[in-house]
C-alpha cells in the first residue's frame, strides 16, 4: 500500500523558514517526479514546486520561485520543500504528491499518490 507521510508543519512567524519533508512508502519512486502543492481555506488546491524522478529539474510556482526549494534523496524515498522568506499568504496546507511520470507536472491530474496534508501558518 502506498503511504505519502508529511511534516514540518507549524506556526511560523513572517520573513521566517521551515522545511517540510515527505516519506513515501509501499514502493520505490525513484524515475517518478514528485511535487509539493497547498491549498488555503477557501481557494483551490495548486501547485507550488516539482522535482522530476532523478532531481535533475525543478519548476516552481511564480509566486514561491526564489523563496522555496525542492529537493528530493531517491535512497530514503523522501522529498523536501524549504520554505524561506514565508509571507502570511503562504499560509495553507500543503501536499506532497507522486507522477504519473518522471516529470515535474504543474497539473492536480499529473499526480497519481498524495499525503494527506501538513499545515503551515505564517503568522505573528
Known amino acids: 500500500q502506498v503511504q505519502l507521510v508529511e511534516s514540518g508543519g507549524g506556526l511560523v512567524q513572517p520573513g521566517g523558514s521551515v522545511r517540510l519533508s515527505c516519506v513515501a512508502s509501499?514502493?520505490?519512486?525513484?524515475?517518478?517526479?514528485m511535487g509539493w502543492f497547498r491549498q488555503a481555506p477557501g481557494k483551490e488546491r495548486e501547485f507550488v514546486a516539482g522535482?522530476?524522478?532523478?532531481?535533475?529539474?525543478?519548476g516552481y510556482a511564480d509566486s514561491v520561485k526564489g523563496r522555496f526549494t525542492i529537493s528530493r534523496d531517491n535512497a530514503k524515498n523522501t522529498v523536501y520543500l524549504q520554505m524561506n522568506s514565508l509571507k502570511p499568504e503562504d499560509t495553507a496546507v500543503y501536499y506532497c504528491?507522486?507522477?504519473?511520470?518522471?516529470?515535474?507536472?504543474?497539473?492536480?491530474?499529473?499526480?497519481?499518490?498524495w499525503g494527506q496534508g501538513t499545515q503551515v501558518t505564517v503568522s505573528s
Open positions: 504528491a507522486v507522477s504519473q511520470g518522471s516529470g515535474t507536472g504543474r497539473y492536480i491530474t499529473d499526480y497519481l499518490y
Open positions: 522535482v522530476s524522478g532523478y532531481g535533475v529539474r525543478t
Open positions: 509501499g514502493r520505490t519512486f525513484s524515475g517518478y517526479g
